[in-house]
C-alpha cells in the first residue's frame, strides 16, 4: 500500500512557474515508476511525466523543454518543476505510483493547477 500526497498546486500567470511535490507514505526506491498526470476540466486524465527507480524520464510533447521530473529518494518525493506555464496546462495534477508486483496503481488526491492568460 501506498499513499500519496501533492502540494504546490496554484494561481499562476502564464509564463510562470510552480513546483509540485508528491510525497509517499513509504520508501519510494524500490517503486518502479513514480509519474504526473493531469485531467484538464471536461477532458480525460492523460500522461504528463513518469520517472523510473533508476531515473529515466518520459514526457508528454506538450511539456517537453519546459517541464522536470525528479525524484528524492531519501525524502519519499517526487517533484515537477513546471516552467513556462501556459493556459492550457490548467488542469488537475495527480501523483502516480507504480509497483510491477502485482501490477499496482496508486494515485494522489490531487492537486489544481490554474494558469491566468
Known amino acids: 500500500q501506498v499513499q500519496l500526497v501533492e502540494s504546490g498546486g496554484g494561481l499562476v500567470q502564464a509564463g510562470g512557474s510552480l513546483r509540485l511535490s508528491c510525497t509517499a507514505s513509504?520508501?519510494?526506491?524500490?517503486?518502479?515508476?513514480m509519474g504526473w498526470y493531469r485531467q484538464p476540466p471536461g477532458k480525460q486524465r492523460e500522461l504528463v511525466a513518469t520517472?523510473?527507480?533508476?531515473?529515466?524520464?518520459n514526457y508528454v510533447d506538450s511539456v517537453k523543454g519546459r517541464f522536470t521530473i525528479s525524484r528524492d529518494n531519501a525524502k519519499n518525493t517526487v517533484y515537477l518543476q513546471m516552467n513556462s506555464l501556459k493556459p492550457e496546462d490548467t488542469a488537475v495534477y495527480y501523483c502516480?505510483?507504480?509497483?510491477?508486483?502485482?501490477?499496482?496503481?496508486?494515485w494522489g488526491q490531487g492537486t489544481q493547477v490554474t494558469v491566468s492568460s
Open positions: 513509504r520508501s519510494i526506491f524500490s517503486i518502479n515508476a
Open positions: 520517472i523510473t527507480s533508476g531515473g529515466n524520464t
Open positions: 502516480n505510483a507504480y509497483l510491477a508486483v502485482g501490477l499496482r496503481n496508486y
